[in-house]
């Protein structure tokens, strides 16, 4: 029962201990993010380190020159009633009327009579070779400990000159506080020696200094704070504008083109405020006269398609009755009668194709998704361009799943989109083999159609979906397109909210990636098919690979 229980508490143990460096990374995360977003943060960091590290020194060469005057002039008074005292005992011991004892006592009461208590003003340490006088100190509660081994020694070798050196001053309760010693030797008639220490405590000094310290950290934290609080109300002035500013270009991009900055006063940010509402009312005007121009565009399309089709459906008709009586024709007006019924097609093909444009730029094309056997889909379309495809010499492959593939799809869309782009590779296949893939995974089904053909230069990816452009301007149409497919292809996947996208190099052919969501409104995340192909040689990869994603 104990060992679980102890297993209990190391599963919390480990449980917490995870959860707070979650925590941690968490918030490292977003001081992170506000540390990139945040051009205030970072002033105010910056002023905040920078300012500390200018007050810190500031602050270390204050309290330097004000700790080194005050151990100086303490030094100086010490030396000097030091050197007055050993004088004085020097004197009392040339007295040859007195003993060494009478002179040392003299000396231990001159102490004493100063009126300072225990570890209280100067104390006096006497060192000799007499038993009586061995390591005397007044007051009593002062060990002769207070002077140090190596003191006594330049004591010792002097030669009457008096010693300094700071030490503690330690009493017989154990305190202890700092002191500056100043010692001499002390030379009788008979040729005694005696070392006499004179220690001036240092607390008065060392409480001076600390209350400098106090203040100057107190007043260097405070002026800290100030400085960035004065950086952040003047950044603060300066930021707001700009945030300001970006809102308003965040709800232009967004369509709200009426936006505009408030303008206060007269100063820079309001002569930039004014200049950024100035080119925001531009762009208004130009964008309306944009729409307005591509409305009428669109109309125009529209209105000509819709009224080309009742003279082209007359034409069609009288066409079909020359066609079908062609034999009865010389030949050379039979072959313009095979020539009309083709360029009739053709024409019917792009204007139908207009139509559909209109439509897209109407916003009027509607998905009418169901569930969709992909792998049928892929060969209905393998089996409508075949007879293309044997035309041009070229042989359609099919490499398909063994398990059901169903997404939810609009077939005539999806049907179209794919036959688009596998006449495209059959066209410009130059007789090689084309391939048509389908992959799925849980989110989506992707299938890329591959030709081994003339392929696409780098600068020619990013225009391969855009209306009537021709990788060659020079090149026939042996098929008769229009120029449209692929772009109407692309709007075909939009309207799904797949993706369409495009890799190729130059006399490596192109490869198109077609990627769906299985239902209906998903979201794609990723395809389960690579763009670049894998045949694609080793040694001869694009310069670059291209992609367009619809």
Not at 285 to 290: A, C, D, G, M, P
């Amino acid at each position: 029962m104990a060992a679980t229980t102890d297993d209990g508490y190391r599963v919390r143990g480990r449980l917490a201990l995870a959860e707070a460096r979650h925590a941690l990374r968490r918030r490292t995360r977003r001081l992170r993010r506000q540390w990139r977003r945040s051009l205030q943060v970072r002033v105010g960091v910056s002023t905040l380190v920078l300012s500390a590290i200018v007050v810190g020194l500031v602050a270390m060469t204050l309290v330097n020159r004000v700790v080194d005057g005050l151990i100086n002039a303490k030094q100086r008074v010490a030396l000097a009633e030091a050197t007055s005292g050993f004088t004085a005992a020097q004197a009392l011991a040339g007295n040859e009327k007195l003993t060494s004892i009478d002179v040392i006592n003299r000396l231990a009461s001159g102490v004493a009579n100063r009126g300072s208590g225990p570890g209280e003003g100067v104390s006096l340490v006497i060192l000799g070779t007499k038993p009586e006088v061995a390591g005397r100190a007044v007051p009593d509660d002062v060990l002769d400990s207070s002077v140090t081994p190596a003191l006594r020694r330049a004591v010792l070798a002097a030669d009457a000159r008096p010693v300094y050196a700071y030490t503690a001053l330690r009493h017989r309760d154990g305190r202890a506080e700092p002191a500056l010693a100043v010692g001499a030797p002390l030379l009788f008639p008979t040729s005694e020696l005696y070392q006499l220490y004179y220690l001036f405590p240092l607390r008065q000094e060392e409480q001076t200094i600390s209350l400098v310290r106090r203040t100057v950290a107190l007043t260097g934290g405070a002026l800290v704070l100030l400085l960035v609080g004065i950086a952040w109300l003047v950044t603060r002035q300066v930021v707001t504008p700009v945030r300001m500013a970006a809102r308003t270009a965040e709800r232009l991009s967004a369509g709200r083109l009426t936006e505009r900055m408030a303008v206060r006063g007269e100063d820079d940010l309001a002569r930039l405020a004014t200049s950024f509402n100035r080119m925001a009312r531009n762009l208004q005007r130009q964008i309306e006269q944009l729409e307005e121009l591509s409305r009428l565009q669109r109309r125009f399309v529209s209105d000509v398609s819709h009224e080309l089709r009742t003279p082209l459906t007359t034409v069609r008709m009288a066409a079909d009755v020359i066609h079908e009586a062609r034999s009865a024709f010389s030949p050379q007006v039979a072959r313009s009668a095979e020539l009309l019924q083709t360029e009739l097609d053709r024409f019917e093909s792009l204007l139908a194709d207009l139509l559909e444009i209109s439509r897209y730029d109407a916003g009027a094309a509607l998905l009418e998704a169901e569930p969709t056997d992909m792998r049928a889909l892929v060969r209905r379309v393998a089996t409508a361009v075949e007879p293309l495809a044997t035309r041009r010499g070229s042989l359609v492959q099919l490499r398909l799943p063994t398990s059901s593939c169903v997404a939810e799809v609009d077939p005539r869309r999806i049907e179209r989109v794919l036959r688009n782009l596998v006449v495209n590779a059959v066209e410009h296949g130059e007789g090689r083999p084309v391939t048509l893939s389908l992959g799925q995974d849980e989110g989506s089904v992707a299938v890329t159609v591959r030709d081994h053909g003339v392929g696409l230069r780098p600068d020619e990816v990013s225009q391969v979906f855009d209306r009537f452009w021709r990788a060659d301007p020079a090149r026939s149409r042996t098929t008769g397109g229009t120029g449209l497919g692929l772009s109407i292809a692309l709007e075909d996947t939009n309207l799904h909210a797949g993706w369409l996208q495009v890799w190729g190099a130059p006399t490596l052919g192109t490869q198109f990636r077609l990627t769906l969501p299985r239902r209906a409104g998903g979201e794609l995340a990723g395809s389960p098919l690579p763009l670049e192909p894998r045949d694609a040689p080793a040694d001869r990869l694009p310069v670059p690979a291209g992609r367009v994603d619809g």
